[in-house]
């Protein structure tokens, strides 16, 4: 329990607070969504008329009723923010304070970037729910979705919504930020982690390289390059805690659109 103190500790210090207490989030989440899932209770029983109900166990998340959907991503979205929470506040935990002039990963290592590579997976994935959050709120009906075609989408369903200072954030974040996560500070973080090369391994490739730069010891430059080696460690600590700020952002951004714009209109061909 101590460890686990420990952690927690962290993740209120940096103001990364696990959200078990769901109040405030619960409020926003029904707030921003009620007309839309009273409409989506209403097609769901208009279809259990004539159909079995459909349930997540024997099924894929996208296969059961949309109104069941919308209810797994309410807790979904804030299961994730504690797992990004967590993540972030053990990556903190792990963060070795010094480096050796030679490098042999020990459990501190490997649960530092453990904990980061998880970090990245949720940074990124936490978008996807908000972008899928987004195809039900509008209903769009894109299949393969990502933030990029949601909001590229959004506009032809509610004329002038690009006036919304919600969407304007929103598109600001995937104009600049997203990209820095992605593609950019992040090199293609999340890509790498889930099909090619972990960042520990990067890490450690890069460490290789940065020590190998110059094979004279010289004590001067080997404190210099510890130093470039613990930023280069630290910088993807640094762009994920950034990001977590972010996301919650998006949140609020996400509900406060659909709050703002639905309209039972976007489903009245299933309704009829």
Known sequence: ?????????????????????????????????????????????????????????????????????????????????????????????????????TYQQDIYDFMYWYNIDFAYRLASSGWDRLSYLLNIGFNLKIQKYNLSNILKEIPNRVHQIEKNDNYKRLKNFRDHNLIDLEYKLGEGARHETTHLISRSTRFFCEFTEILTKNKEFNPKIQRQKAEEIKERQTRDLRLLEEHFGHYINGIDNTLNLIGSYFDKIFYEDNLE
């Open 1 to 101: 329990m101590e460890h686990l103190d420990s952690i927690i500790k962290i993740a209120n210090d940096v103001k990364q607070e696990f959200s078990w207490d769901l109040e405030d989030y619960n409020i926003k989440f029904s707030g921003g969504t009620s007309s839309l899932r009273e409409i989506l209770v209403q097609i769901e029983n208009n279809y259990l008329e004539d159909n079995p109900r459909e349930f997540i166990s024997n099924n894929s998340p996208r296969n059961i009723s949309l109104k069941y959907q919308l209810d797994f991503l309410r807790r979904d979205i804030a299961q994730l923010v504690n797992q990004y929470s967590f993540a972030l506040a053990q990556s903190r935990f792990y963060l070795k304070d010094s480096f050796a002039y």
